[in-house]
């Protein structure tokens, strides 16, 4: 991490788990743990679950955020939730392109390139995954695959919103599986996309731009990848479930 240029985050993507009454009890657990935090701290929860989120968070530095939303403000898409209902919930991050989406619902780089400006335009703060298959790393196209989707999810998005927008590197063959990336490889992939950023919106741009890393991260090896340059923060999956294993993650962020 460089917290001289850009803010650590860590954010909590809870995936399909936990019920309303669960939800509550696992951030007032959380809160206590979390109050003297000094990186961001953002629990994403399923749509159900954000009216009690958002009231269980009130007074405390945890943010939160949705696991997507539509492109469209309203109309016949069976199941899909608009941005701006997001926002009016009191959501202020919304995660966008995870490797689950893409891989179970069809979820391309132009769809995500159109989530992103919908969530841009309903003033919420988009966190966009990007990230390689196994059979691509080990066939060495993790920077052609990285350029084809940060270069499509930031297609005619303006350098003002950058400051609203997270990246989150999640190689898909360490999400949920108990692999990780080095923290060598998970440096190198995040300095390759922040490389991409500087090439869209020059140097600067990309210095200020929090890239998260995601994928098994966890409290015995946060703290390591946290240490390198272009690490700053994490999309914690399972661990996030949990707030005695969520708060050394915020604990190896906040050093």
Request: contains cysteine.
């Amino acid at each position: 991490m460089n917290k001289a240029k850009r803010a650590a985050v860590i954010a909590g993507n809870w995936k399909m788990n936990k019920t309303p009454a669960e939800t509550t009890a696992l951030i007032n657990d959380l809160k206590p743990l979390v109050a003297d935090a000094a990186c961001g701290v953002i629990c994403c929860v399923p749509f159900t679950d954000i009216p009690a989120a958002v009231d269980a968070a009130k007074g405390s530095n945890i943010k939160i955020g949705a696991q997507n939303c539509h492109w469209a403000e309203s109309g016949a898409f069976t199941g899909e939730i608009a941005a701006s209902w997001l926002k009016e919930l009191g959501v202020e991050y919304c995660v966008l392109g995870h490797s689950e989406r893409r891989q179970y619902f069809g979820e391309t780089d132009e769809t995500v390139n159109s989530r992103t400006k919908a969530a841009l335009a309903a003033g919420l703060k988009p966190i966009i995954c990007v990230g390689e298959l196994k059979e691509e790393r080990l066939a060495d196209k993790t920077h052609e695959v990285l350029d084809v989707q940060v270069k499509g999810a930031f297609a005619d998005i303006a350098a003002a919103e950058l400051a609203n927008i997270i990246i989150a590197y999640e190689p898909v063959w360490a999400i949920g599986t108990g692999l990780t990336a080095t923290d060598d490889q998970a440096d190198e992939a995040c300095g390759y996309i922040r490389s991409l950023i500087a090439g869209l919106y020059g140097q600067d741009a990309a210095d200020a731009m929090t890239i998260q890393y995601g994928g098994s991260m966890n409290a015995g090896n946060a703290e390591a990848l946290l240490a390198k340059e272009n690490v700053d923060g994490g999309l914690i999956g399972g661990a996030s479930l949990s707030a005695e294993k969520f708060q050394p993650i915020v604990a190896a962020a906040s050093k």
